[in-house]
């Protein structure tokens, strides 16, 4: 495993996180048990992860909370998120606080290492900074959290306007972003300011469903394409994105998705979710593979790089921020 410092938090982390929530939630939402799913946590943890993303929405910490029996509480980073409605003043600031007591005693500890606002709307941003940061802050001087961060709707918010506002305000030392190779704008709009200020990044969406379910990268060009936004044999080609693949560069689409995101400079985590033990080796080895070639890396910016809001779409059914 390769490890980073997580920005002005001074956590060791993998570079490889485990995402908790997505369409797999460690495989609770693809059919797998509580007792699988949390063999996969502990086979992630074997293999050096030692973040782990999860959320009070996912159903999740409690899988976290068993798994991380198996080591020493310090050696692993826990992040979960809260997600508060938004306009309830004051007794927004009331809900996060009774949000993390709730998380914590579902992940069995007496702190997690990063507490974040899930999915916080563009709009929700100054309830989130005025009255629900204040509150948590004072949670964390109790040592219940170390560190605050908050999350983007990447689907409702493709330009990162919250997290523009997000990285230059110094509570929230850890922000998690929406990137991916048809998805670029953060290289321009976010990581020049996480890198100035020295904020830790989580990197979500990497894959999701359009490079791991080759209809739905299909759907996405047929789409791009009618309106223009792509050129046409894209959507004409039977494998659209086979260039990425040859034998200096990936050996899939969905290991080439990976290592895009891992390499790019202001990425210090790169999530991945999965519910099964083959994807979860593969998808550490992806990552920890080397940068696609050049000439790969230019041709999917050259391509895809003014897209924005493509391929975010939430599980179908959850609510708020989506995943
Ligand atoms: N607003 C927010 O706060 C927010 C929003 C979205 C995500 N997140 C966080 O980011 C994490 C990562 O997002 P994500 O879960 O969507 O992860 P992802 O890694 O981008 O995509 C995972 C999807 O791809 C499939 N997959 C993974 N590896 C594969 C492989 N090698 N071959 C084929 N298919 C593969 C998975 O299914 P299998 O189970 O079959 O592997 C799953 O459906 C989430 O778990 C969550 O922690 C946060």
Redesign the pocket.
């Known amino acids: 495993m390769d490890y980073v410092t997580l920005g002005r938090t001074g956590l060791k982390v993998s570079v490889a996180?485990?995402?908790?929530?997505?369409?797999?939630?460690l495989?609770l939402?693809?059919g797998k048990s509580r007792a699988e799913a949390v063999a996969l946590v502990r086979q992630a943890l074997d293999m050096g992860v030692n973040l782990l993303?999860?959320?009070a929405m996912?159903g999740t910490e409690e899988v976290v909370g068993e798994a991380i029996k198996a080591v020493p509480r310090q050696s692993v980073v826990i992040?979960t998120?809260a997600w508060i409605p938004y306009g309830g003043g004051w007794r927004a600031a009331e809900r996060a606080v009774a949000s993390l007591d709730a998380s914590l005693r579902r992940l069995d500890t007496d702190y997690v290492d990063i507490f974040?606002l899930?999915?916080v709307a563009p709009e929700a941003y100054a309830e989130a900074r005025e009255v629900i940061a204040p509150a948590l802050l004072q949670e964390r001087a109790k040592g219940k959290l170390r560190h605050l961060g908050v999350?983007?709707?990447?689907s409702d918010d493709p330009e990162h306007e919250m997290l523009q506002r997000a990285v230059e305000d110094e509570m929230w030392d850890v922000v998690?972003v929406?990137f991916?190779m048809m998805h670029q704008n953060a290289r321009a709009k976010i990581f020049p300011r996480t890198i100035a200020n020295r904020v830790g990044t989580?990197?979500?969406?990497?894959?999701?469903?359009i490079?791991?379910?080759p209809e739905r990268l299909a759907a996405a060009l047929r789409e791009l394409t009618q309106r223009r936004e792509l050129p046409r044999w894209l959507a004409l080609s039977r494998n659209p994105l086979g260039f990425l693949i040859h034998e200096a560069g990936a050996s899939?689409i969905?290991?080439a998705?990976?290592r895009f995101a891992r390499h790019e400079p202001g990425v210090d985590v790169?999530?991945?979710?999965?519910?099964?033990p083959?994807?979860?080796r593969?998808?550490i080895a992806?990552l920890l593979a080397p940068p696609l070639p050049l000439a790969d890396r230019l041709t999917l910016t050259k391509l895809f790089g003014r897209l924005s809001g493509v391929g975010l779409d939430?599980p179908d059914g959850m609510p708020g921020?989506?995943?």
């Open positions: 996180g485990l995402g908790c929530g997505g369409f797999s939630r495989g939402g693809t993303d999860t959320a996912y992040a998120k974040q899930h999915g999350t983007e709707t990447a998690m929406a991916h989580l990197l979500m969406f990497a894959v999701r469903n490079f791991s379910r899939t969905t290991e998705a990976y790169v999530l991945f979710g999965t519910g099964d083959d994807h979860l593969t998808n992806s939430p921020p989506g995943a």
